[in-house]
């Protein structure tokens, strides 16, 4: 059963770690440890993927800066509370990392897939050069009782598609992670620069209860 539900949530990216590690929590003795990947998208631009790492998969006191990596794993989120409200928070929970020398241009370097259920009403809109798009939430099922909130952004006949979804739909999407800087209004006269992750939905299909997972 556990096997089936890791399943539900598959993440493969390839990239640069940019940052050094910084301690995020100890779960029975063993300390899991936070450090950015940059992820090259097809054009000049990049991602910065946060990386969720068991000090038992690397050593934590080593610089990997420059290093190039694959990662397998899943896309997993958490409530932090701030400023007297939650605020989801999103990185790659680690299961392998492998050490590259090369990323090549053609690599699918940024791959999720998820299997999951609407969990807030869809948000459509246009943009104002007449663009699709369509704000989901996607609640994908982990052990133990436990769920991964995940946002995922739709465009044009996806965005459509999705737009007719109900809450409680179940649905499998294929997609990429990216990251957006944004600006946070913290008073009248401060702004905060932050970094929203998403999933970028490539496909979209609906799936019902007795369906077998599509697997990508």
Request: one cysteine or more.
């Amino acid at each position: 059963m556990t096997d089936k539900i890791m399943e539900n949530n598959q993440v493969v990216i390839m990239g640069t770690i940019v940052s050094e590690f910084k301690y995020s929590h100890e779960i029975f003795g063993e300390g899991f440890y936070m450090v950015d990947v940059e992820v090259q998208r097809l054009s000049d631009s990049c991602d910065i993927i946060p990386l969720m790492v068991s000090e038992r998969l690397l050593d934590m006191e080593q610089d990997y800066r420059g290093e190039k990596v694959m990662v397998t794993g899943q896309f997993r989120s958490y409530n932090r509370h701030e400023e007297k409200k939650n605020r989801l928070i999103l990185s790659v929970f680690a299961r392998e990392v492998e050490f590259v020398d090369e990323i090549e241009e053609s690599a699918k370097s940024n791959q999720i897939y998820l299997d999951g259920f609407i969990c807030k009403e869809p948000i459509y809109r246009k943009t104002p050069l007449g663009r699709e798009i369509a704000d989901l939430l996607i609640a994908v099922n982990r052990p133990y009782g436990k769920s991964d909130y995940i946002p995922c952004i739709c465009w044009g006949r996806n965005a459509r598609f999705a737009n007719s979804f109900e809450v409680g739909t179940r649905c499998a999407i294929w997609g990429r992670i990216q990251s957006r800087e944004y600006m946070k209004k913290i008073s009248e006269e401060e702004n905060e620069r932050r970094v929203a992750y998403e999933v970028s939905v490539n496909k979209l299909e609906l799936l019902d209860e007795e369906a077998q997972m599509y697997i990508s």
